[in-house]
């Protein structure tokens, strides 16, 4: 009496699957089928992944070859599960020959051919053809936001475009993609547009990236003005195509599992949420000398305005700055406070003054806490009235983290997965307002020397 264990996606389920559980089922009497979740793959970097765990489940099942099908959540389950089901034989795919060598010493492993000229990577470029990506401004975030692309399947970044074009000619040689200075060809090579330039070029880029009918994906701060961000969502419904805010905090796994959780209920009901990021930059930066709009609220401020708009939402009843300015009149540390009639939050960012990183949301029955760097969230704990409770979570979170919004925003052209309730346009309306209401107050300290651009 053999039993047989497998693992697997099974995303998208095709004959290669099929031969092969039929093939592992053929390897003993009993079959158990091991199905990974959709935070596992998140997790280990398989992003877009189509079907749903049910789905995935349901697709196995009608093959008949499974006697069990189990979940697989972590990486290290394999070998807790071989013993738990007295495993005799491990199956897998030729294309992982050599990486499950250590589970010989627990069960006999066996790699079975692969079933050439298919796979559900395939399947998913054939039914929505690789996306093109034009990045539009080659500065720093430009330079993070390609190798994380790379990672994403379905997408491959195509061209660069900068009016100055020595820099994006520059950038472009170091990615091996097109530079760009004529704006109309750019488009016609694109399929949609990622754009990382200054934020107050923002709003035309948008607009004339949405006239040319290409999907959006516009770095935080998206908009600086309310009406702006109010009417580029609407144009981008009205053509048919996603407009969509990268904060990449928004759409990492760890964030949003300490999101469920503080609305669980498990910490009672919410009464304060205080969010501070606090990044040292030298004092010749862009960002504490771009007198029109650098300082730290247009930099850091949606980070730390997302996690109270997330649990409080956007109808605060009343909201107050106070900054403190270097010589330019930039604000070098922000605090906004915020009203609701639920609780009370702080916003708090500094790029001219250091202090504790920490995301803090305080409820009737406990708080959950989450220390720097919160805003790449790995890894938080939800504390109670008896201080020996200590619930602990922890989440990957890979890389620079922008795979996942990339993904998100991906999976939303091609109509697979909704992630629009992770970061709403109503949201990034009320961040684009609060960003207006910021500068407009600021504006009497700063010393802008040029005209307005
Ligand atoms: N498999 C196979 N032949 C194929 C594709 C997959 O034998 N043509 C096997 C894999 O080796 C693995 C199991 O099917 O043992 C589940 O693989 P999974 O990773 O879910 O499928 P892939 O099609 O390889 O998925 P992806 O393209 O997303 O990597």
């Not at 071989?82 to 069960?107: E, M, N, P, Q």
């Not at 107050?320 to 708090?348: C, M, R, W």
């Given at each position: 009496m053999a039993r047989v264990i497998t693992y697997g996606t099974f995303d998208l389920?095709?004959?290669?699957?099929?031969?092969?559980?039929?093939?592992?089922?053929?390897?003993?009497?009993?079959?158990?089928?091991?199905?990974?979740?959709?935070?596992?793959?998140?997790?280990r970097g398989k992003l877009n992944v189509v079907d749903s765990l049910v789905t995935r489940i349901e697709n196995i099942k009608k093959t008949g070859f499974a006697d069990e099908i189990i979940i697989e959540e972590t990486q290290g389950?394999?070998?807790?599960?071989?013993?738990?089901?007295?495993?005799?034989?491990?199956?897998?795919?030729?294309?992982?020959?050599?990486?499950?060598?250590?589970?010989?010493?627990?069960?006999q492993v066996v790699y079975l051919e692969r079933t050439k000229n298919i796979s559900s990577t395939m399947l998913r470029e054939q039914n929505s053809p690789i996306q093109r990506i034009g990045i539009i401004g080659s500065g720093r975030i430009a330079e993070r936001f390609i190798p994380e692309a790379k990672l994403v399947s379905?997408?491959?970044?195509?061209?660069?475009?900068?009016?100055?074009?020595?820099?994006?000619?520059?950038?472009?040689?170091?990615?091996?993609?097109?530079?760009?200075?004529?704006?109309?060809?750019?488009?016609?090579?694109?399929?949609?547009?990622?754009?990382?330039?200054?934020?107050?070029t923002h709003y035309a880029y948008i607009q004339s990236a949405l006239e040319h009918g290409r999907h959006?994906?516009?770095?935080?701060?998206?908009?600086?003005?309310?009406?702006?961000?109010?009417?580029?969502?609407?144009?981008?419904?009205?053509?048919n195509l996603i407009l969509f805010e990268g904060i990449k905090t928004a759409y990492c796994p760890g964030f949003h599992k300490l999101m469920g959780i503080a609305c669980s209920g498990i910490i009672g009901n919410i009464r304060n949420v205080e969010a501070c990021f606090t990044k040292l930059e030298k004092p010749d930066s862009r960002e504490l000398t771009d007198t029109h709009?650098?300082?730290?609220?247009?930099?850091?401020?949606?980070?730390?305005?997302?996690?109270?708009?997330?649990?409080?939402?956007?109808?605060?009843?009343?909201?107050?700055?106070?900054?403190?300015?270097?010589?330019?009149?930039?604000?070098?540390?922000?605090?906004?406070?915020?009203?609701?009639?639920?609780?009370?939050?702080?916003?708090?960012?500094?790029?001219?003054?250091?202090?504790?990183?920490?995301?803090?949301?305080?409820?009737?029955?406990?708080?959950i806490v989450a220390e720097a760097p919160w805003w790449k969230t790995s890894y938080f704990e939800v504390h109670y009235e008896d201080a020996n409770r200590i619930e602990k979570y922890s989440e990957t979170f890979l890389g620079d983290g922008l795979r996942y919004e990339i993904s998100d925003f991906l999976s939303?052209?091609?109509?697979?997965?909704?992630?629009?309730?992770?970061?709403?346009r109503g949201e990034s309306v009320v961040l684009a307002g609060i960003m207006e209401q910021f500068l407009k107050g600021e504006k009497r300290n700063r010393k802008c020397t040029d005209k307005h651009p």
């Open positions: 389920f095709h004959e290669g699957h099929y031969r092969l559980l039929q093939r592992a089922k053929a390897l003993g009497n009993y079959l158990i089928v091991g199905v990974t979740t959709e935070a596992y793959d998140k997790a389950q394999k070998v807790n599960d071989i013993r738990k089901f007295h495993i005799d034989i491990f199956a897998i795919g030729s294309d992982w020959t050599g990486v499950f060598d250590y589970l010989k010493d627990y069960c379905g997408v491959s970044t195509q061209g660069v475009y900068n009016p100055h074009i020595e820099s994006a000619v520059k950038f472009a040689q170091k990615w091996e993609i097109n530079a760009y200075e004529d704006l109309e060809a750019f488009y016609k090579a694109v399929d949609i547009v990622y754009i990382a330039s200054p934020h107050e959006v994906l516009c770095e935080k701060p998206m908009l600086l003005e309310k009406r702006q961000a109010e009417e580029l969502f609407h144009y981008a419904k009205k053509k709009y650098g300082g730290s609220f247009t930099e850091l401020g949606s980070y730390v305005m997302l996690p109270i708009l997330k649990i409080f939402g956007k109808d605060y009843t009343a909201i107050q700055f106070d900054t403190i300015h270097n010589e330019n009149g930039l604000d070098i540390f922000t605090k906004v406070s915020l009203k609701y009639p639920a609780g009370v939050a702080t916003a708090t960012c500094g790029l001219g003054v250091k202090s504790e990183g920490r995301l803090l949301i305080a409820g009737t029955k406990g708080y939303m052209i091609n109509g697979s997965n909704n992630s629009e309730f992770k970061l709403t």
